[in-house]
C-alpha cells in the first residue's frame, strides 16, 4: 500500500496502514486514496474516523462519506466499483466470499485500488480524517454466484397493485434487514416493492426466500448527487449507476440513458427536500415520472404537488406522480405512502408501463381506494392516466369515489385553472360536470383536515395522476 502520510504496522490477521489528512472548505466532492494491493490477498479491510468541532448555528458540521474502487480504476461509469456506505458505517470489508452490505464480494485482484472519500460537508475549521487499510492474505476462495428476485409474480391479472418504490436496508443507511422490509411490505398489504440502496446494487441480491406468489421485488438504485437524488426504479439486475457529478457535469442524461437500456424508470425523488443535496436541479426533460410524495406528507411534498401541477401542460410530455415511503427505519412506515397501479399483471414489465402512463394514484395505505373517471354524452368514458376525446363544447361528467377515507376528510377536484370543486368524503361520490374547452386535465385528492393555524392545506390521503379531456 502506498498512502501519504501513512503509518505501517501490524493489524489484526495483516498488515495494515494508516493514512490521516485535512481536509479544507471548498474540498473536492470526492477524494480518492491509492491503495497497492499485491498478489496473494484475501480480503481487505477498511475502517475510518474524522473529527466533528463545534460550529455556529445554522452551519454545517461536518460529514464524511466513503467507498472503495478496485484495481479496474475510478472512472465515472462504476467500472471498478466495489461499495459505498456513505456516513452509515465506520468499517468494511471485502473478499471473494462476502462482503459487509454495501459492497460487492469478489476477489481481492493485484492492483491499486482507491478508497474514496466523500466530504458531504466540511466545517469552516475543515475536516480531520484517518483512513486505515488491511490486508489480509490466504486463499480467495469462491464467489457466490448471485440470486436475483424473479420479474414477475402470479399476481391477480389485470388488476390495481400497490407498491413502495423508494426504500432503503441496511445495505445503505437502513436499519431493517431485507427481511424486516419483506414483512413489513406484506403488513402493508403491498404487491410489489423496489429495492433503492445508496449508490450501491449490494441489496439486489439479498432478498433471496423473501419473494413469493404475493410479493414481487424489484431491483433499483437511489443515485445521491450533490445536485439532487434520483431513483432507477426497475433495472435489470446487477445495474450499477454512478451519482459522482452535479448538473453543471452534464453527466446525467448519460445515466439516465443507461437506466433505460436497462428497462428501468428514471424518477427525481423527493425534489424539493430542504436537506443539503437533496433539492432536485437537473430538470424533467429525461424523467418518467417524479416522486411528488415521500413519507408523511410535509410542507416539502405541498411544494413537489404545486411544481408538479404546473408541470401539466401538456398531455405529450407530462410526467406521473409517484409516492414511496423512503422508509429507512423503525417507526418509518413502509407503504406510506404507496403508489397503486393498474397493470396487466404483477411483472416488472406491465408495472413500469403502467406508472410511466400515470395509470396510477398515491394512497397513504392499503385502506384507502380511490376511482376517477370522466364521461361523455355518448357513453364514451376515460380514468386515471387516459384521455376522454369529446366535442369541445360537450358536457362531461366527473365523478370521484373513494373507499376508507380518513374521518374528517374532504375531496378535491383539480384542473389546469385550480380546484374547481370539494364536498366532504362522507358525503359519498364526488361528480362535478364540465368541458373540454374548460378543463384540460382533472385530477383528484383526498386531504385530511386542516392543522389548525398551520396555514397549509390539510394533509393528503390520498391524490390520482389527471385524467385527459381532449377537444375532437
Same mark, same amino acid.
Not at 423496489?194 to 414481487?216: F, P, Q, R
Not at 439532487?228 to 445495474?239: K, N
Not at 374521518?407 to 364536498?423: F, N, P, Y
Given at each position: 500500500?502506498?498512502?501519504?502520510?501513512?503509518?505501517?504496522?501490524?493489524?489484526?490477521?495483516?498488515?495494515?496502514?494508516?493514512?490521516?489528512?485535512?481536509?479544507?472548505?471548498?474540498?473536492?466532492?470526492?477524494?480518492?486514496?491509492?491503495?497497492?494491493?499485491?498478489?496473494?490477498?484475501?480480503?481487505?479491510?477498511?475502517?475510518?474516523?474524522?473529527?466533528?468541532?463545534?460550529?455556529?448555528?445554522?452551519?454545517?458540521?461536518?460529514?464524511?462519506?466513503?467507498?472503495?474502487?478496485?484495481?479496474?480504476?475510478?472512472?465515472?461509469?462504476?467500472?471498478?466499483?466495489?461499495?459505498?456506505?456513505?456516513?452509515?458505517?465506520?468499517?468494511?470489508?471485502?473478499?471473494?466470499?462476502?462482503?459487509?452490505?454495501?459492497?460487492?464480494?469478489?476477489?481481492?485482484?493485484?492492483?491499486?485500488?482507491?478508497?474514496?472519500?466523500?466530504?458531504?460537508?466540511?466545517?469552516?475549521?475543515?475536516?480531520?480524517?484517518? &483512513?486505515?487499510?488491511?490486508?489480509?492474505?490466504?486463499?480467495?476462495?469462491?464467489?457466490?454466484?448471485?440470486?436475483?428476485?424473479?420479474?414477475?409474480?402470479?399476481?391477480?391479472?389485470?388488476?390495481?397493485?400497490?407498491?413502495?418504490?423508494?426504500?432503503?436496508?441496511?445495505?445503505?443507511?437502513?436499519?431493517?434487514?431485507?427481511?424486516?422490509?419483506?414483512?413489513?411490505?406484506?403488513?402493508?398489504?403491498?404487491?410489489?416493492?423496489?429495492?433503492?440502496?445508496?449508490?450501491?446494487?449490494?441489496?439486489?441480491?439479498?432478498?433471496?426466500?423473501?419473494?413469493?406468489?404475493?410479493?414481487?421485488?424489484?431491483?433499483?438504485?437511489?443515485?445521491?448527487?450533490?445536485?439532487?437524488?434520483?431513483?432507477?426504479?426497475?433495472?435489470?439486475?446487477?445495474?450499477?449507476?454512478?451519482?459522482?457529478?452535479?448538473?453543471?457535469?452534464?453527466?446525467?442524461?448519460?445515466?439516465?440513458?443507461?437506466?433505460?437500456?436497462?428497462?428501468?424508470?428514471?424518477?427525481?425523488?423527493?425534489?424539493?427536500?430542504?436537506?443539503?443535496?437533496?433539492?432536485?436541479?437537473?430538470?424533467?426533460?429525461?424523467?418518467?415520472?417524479?416522486?411528488?410524495?415521500?413519507?408523511?406528507?410535509?410542507?416539502?411534498?405541498?411544494?413537489?404537488?404545486?411544481?408538479?401541477?404546473?408541470?401539466?401542460?401538456?398531455?405529450?410530455?407530462?410526467?406521473?406522480?409517484?409516492?414511496?415511503?423512503?422508509?429507512?427505519?423503525?417507526?418509518?412506515?413502509?407503504?406510506?405512502?404507496?403508489?397503486?397501479?393498474?397493470?396487466?399483471?404483477?411483472?416488472?414489465?406491465?408495472?413500469?408501463?403502467?406508472?410511466?402512463?400515470?395509470?396510477?394514484?398515491?394512497?397513504?395505505?392499503?385502506?384507502?381506494?380511490?376511482?376517477?373517471?370522466?364521461?361523455?354524452?355518448?357513453?364514451?368514458?376515460?380514468?386515471?392516466?387516459?384521455?376522454?376525446?369529446?366535442?369541445?363544447?360537450?358536457? &362531461?361528467? &366527473?365523478?370521484?369515489?373513494?373507499?376508507?377515507?380518513?374521518?374528517?376528510?374532504?375531496?378535491?377536484?383539480?384542473?389546469?385553472?385550480?380546484?374547481?370543486?370539494?364536498?366532504?368524503?362522507?358525503?359519498?361520490?364526488?361528480?362535478?360536470?364540465?368541458?373540454?374547452?374548460?378543463?384540460?386535465?382533472?385530477?383528484?385528492? &383526498?386531504?385530511?383536515?386542516?392543522?389548525?393555524?398551520?396555514?397549509?392545506?390539510?394533509?393528503?390521503?390520498?391524490?390520482?395522476?389527471?385524467?385527459?379531456?381532449?377537444?375532437?
Amino acid at each position: 500500500m502506498s498512502f501519504a502520510h501513512a503509518e505501517e504496522g501490524p493489524g489484526p490477521e495483516g498488515s495494515s496502514r494508516t493514512v490521516r489528512g485535512h481536509l479544507p472548505t471548498g474540498a473536492p466532492d470526492f477524494v480518492y486514496l491509492p491503495v497497492e494491493v499485491p498478489s496473494g490477498i484475501r480480503e481487505i479491510a477498511v475502517s475510518y474516523r474524522y473529527d466533528k468541532p463545534q460550529v455556529p448555528s445554522g452551519t454545517p458540521g461536518n460529514a464524511l462519506d466513503i467507498g472503495v474502487f478496485d484495481e479496474r480504476g475510478t472512472g465515472l461509469g462504476g467500472r471498478g466499483f466495489r461499495g459505498w456506505s456513505g456516513g452509515f458505517r465506520d468499517s468494511f470489508a471485502i473478499s471473494a466470499e462476502k462482503a459487509t452490505p454495501g459492497y460487492l464480494a469478489g476477489p481481492v485482484r493485484a492492483g491499486t485500488w482507491h478508497v474514496v472519500l466523500g466530504p458531504y460537508t466540511v466545517a469552516p475549521q475543515g475536516m480531520d480524517y484517518e &483512513v486505515t487499510v488491511t490486508l489480509r492474505e490466504g486463499d480467495s476462495g469462491e464467489t457466490p454466484r448471485p440470486v436475483y428476485p424473479p420479474e414477475r409474480a402470479k399476481g391477480r391479472g389485470r388488476a390495481w397493485y400497490r407498491g413502495d418504490c423508494h426504500l432503503h436496508t441496511v445495505h445503505s443507511d437502513g436499519a431493517r434487514t431485507p427481511g424486516e422490509v419483506a414483512a413489513a411490505a406484506r403488513k402493508a398489504g403491498l404487491d410489489f416493492v423496489t429495492t433503492t440502496e445508496h449508490n450501491t446494487t449490494s441489496g439486489h441480491a439479498a432478498w433471496e426466500g423473501l419473494w413469493g406468489d404475493d410479493l414481487l421485488i424489484l431491483c433499483g438504485e437511489e443515485i445521491t448527487t450533490r445536485n439532487g437524488h434520483w431513483l432507477a426504479l426497475g433495472t435489470d439486475p446487477g445495474t450499477f449507476l454512478d451519482w459522482r457529478y452535479r448538473a453543471r457535469d452534464d453527466a446525467y442524461p448519460r445515466f439516465a440513458r443507461a437506466v433505460h437500456r436497462a428497462g428501468g424508470l428514471v424518477v427525481p425523488a423527493h425534489p424539493n427536500c430542504p436537506f443539503v443535496g437533496c433539492q432536485w436541479k437537473f430538470g424533467y426533460e429525461h424523467a418518467d415520472a417524479v416522486e411528488v410524495w415521500n413519507g408523511p406528507w410535509t410542507a416539502d411534498d405541498e411544494l413537489a404537488l404545486a411544481a408538479w401541477d404546473n408541470l401539466l401542460v401538456a398531455q405529450d410530455d407530462w410526467l406521473p406522480a409517484m409516492g414511496n415511503s423512503d422508509a429507512h427505519r423503525e417507526p418509518q412506515v413502509v407503504g406510506l405512502p404507496q403508489t397503486v397501479v393498474h397493470a396487466d399483471g404483477l411483472n416488472r414489465r406491465d408495472l413500469l408501463r403502467g406508472i410511466r402512463a400515470g395509470r396510477s394514484y398515491l394512497a397513504e395505505s392499503s385502506a384507502l381506494s380511490l376511482g376517477l373517471t370522466a364521461t361523455g354524452p355518448r357513453g364514451a368514458h376515460a380514468t386515471i392516466g387516459g384521455t376522454l376525446r369529446t366535442d369541445d363544447e360537450a358536457e &362531461v361528467t &366527473v365523478t370521484l369515489t373513494v373507499k376508507g377515507a380518513p374521518e374528517g376528510a374532504t375531496l378535491h377536484l383539480v384542473t389546469d385553472e385550480g380546484t374547481m370543486r370539494t364536498a366532504p368524503a362522507a358525503s359519498g361520490p364526488l361528480a362535478w360536470k364540465t368541458t373540454a374547452s374548460l378543463a384540460t386535465y382533472v385530477r383528484a385528492e &383526498v386531504r385530511r383536515p386542516a392543522k389548525e393555524g398551520s396555514g397549509l392545506p390539510g394533509a393528503m390521503a390520498a391524490m390520482s395522476n389527471p385524467v385527459w379531456l381532449e377537444s375532437r
